[in-house]
């Protein structure tokens, strides 16, 4: 078993412009970003390389259509692929950096042979995915109307690059659904059967910081965010090493077929299911881990354990407000076929639950949140 594993080295810079400076970027890169990015805090430094920008491609979150897209278009002298951006960029990026690209589903379906072909740099500018430091990429396979993860230790990044100063524009929806994303990559891998007291210093620690933010901004209001960013990049950089080898596990597996298929961004699609599967876990298995992180939530929030994820809601509703599943247009009779996407093909994610969940359980989930 790992008991602990560092993947890649990260980099932190006060400003853009040290990063560009200390990584020597130009001839042989390419960056792929979003203009609204780039223009703000990269234009003016007239970088000497080709620049791609993901939405020429597409809105929303990344797809196997949206990657062969993209690729096509890459030139092919390049040795360094940098990807500035949130969740999509890095999961696009991870692919961009193999040996054999497209077809992208092909990679999904083990059709094609996983090699490091590029140097990879990923530097985040949402709070909340940790792909800097994981090796997974989710896309959307249009083809087969599902969202599927790849993990392979080809994709890890070589290094990771934390600037806190391009998280100040981020829009609060955004900061919203990617800290919750992150606040649940830190629940779940705490909870892992597969994690351990080191990965678990992580979960517990991004756990903390970004409840006490939370507290701050529903006592202070959203611009209390503000000056507590680089907390918040912590936070989800410390998250995404807590699920790196642990995973996660049941909340996202069932986020995925909501997130496909009504277009829901995936820390919100996250939060839907959040306190469902909590509430499924405890009612099967009330001690262990769980007990041991329920009173550690209360403890932040000043509560009970028997009202923890009440609370809890009541704290994160403050920053996102919670919807039932009818709420986003999903019909009742979608929800078994909902389940038995995720135990067909979720389970990479489904094997790392607190306790193992039945096609029963994931469809009672579903319909205890509708």
Request: charged share 25%.
């Amino acid at each position: 078993m790992i008991e602990l594993q560092l993947k890649p080295a990260i980099h932190s810079f006060d400003t853009c412009r040290e990063f560009v400076e200390d990584f020597k970027i130009g001839k042989g890169d390419l960056i792929i970003t979003n203009q609204y990015i780039y223009d703000p805090n990269f234009k003016d430094l007239h970088l000497d390389c080709p620049v791609i920008f993901q939405e020429k491609y597409g809105l929303g979150e990344p797809s196997d259509e949206m990657a062969d897209a993209i690729y096509h278009d890459m030139p092919k002298d390049i040795t360094r692929i940098i990807g500035i951006g949130g969740g999509t960029i890095m999961d696009l990026c991870k692919l961009f950096a193999l040996e054999k690209v497209s077809p992208v589903v092909d990679l999904f379906e083990g059709k094609t042979e996983i090699k490091k072909g590029k140097e990879l740099v990923l530097v985040p500018t949402t709070c909340g995915t940790g792909s800097e430091v994981t090796n997974v990429s989710v896309m959307a396979l249009i083809s087969l109307n599902t969202k599927k993860g790849l993990a392979n230790d080809a994709m890890y990044a070589d290094k990771g690059v934390l600037i806190a100063d391009l998280l100040k524009t981020l829009p609060f929806k955004v900061f919203a659904t990617s800290s919750i994303d992150a606040l649940i990559h830190a629940v779940e891998s705490a909870l892992s059967p597969d994690s351990n007291a080191s990965f678990r210093m992580f979960s517990y620690h991004a756990i903390e910081l970004i409840l006490k933010g939370y507290i701050a901004i529903r006592d202070n209001g959203q611009d209390a965010r503000i000056p507590l960013m680089k907390d918040f990049l912590l936070a989800s950089n410390w998250a995404g090493i807590a699920f790196s080898v642990p995973g996660c596990a049941a909340v996202h597996a069932m986020s995925y077929p909501l997130g496909a298929k009504y277009h829901v961004p995936h820390g919100e699609s996250n939060y839907a299911m959040f306190t469902g599967v909590m509430n499924c876990y405890m009612s099967i298995k009330s001690d262990g881990e769980i007990a041991k992180l329920n009173a550690f939530i209360a403890d932040i929030l000043g509560c009970s354990t028997d009202n923890v994820y009440e609370e809890l809601e009541k704290l994160l509703n403050n920053i996102l407000q919670k919807k039932a599943l009818h709420e986003y247009g999903v019909k009742e009779e979608e929800l078994k076929d909902f389940a038995q996407s995720v135990i067909n093909n979720q389970q990479r994610l489904m094997k790392h639950s607190f306790v193992p969940l039945t096609f029963k359980d994931v469809y009672e989930i579903y319909k205890s949140l509708y």
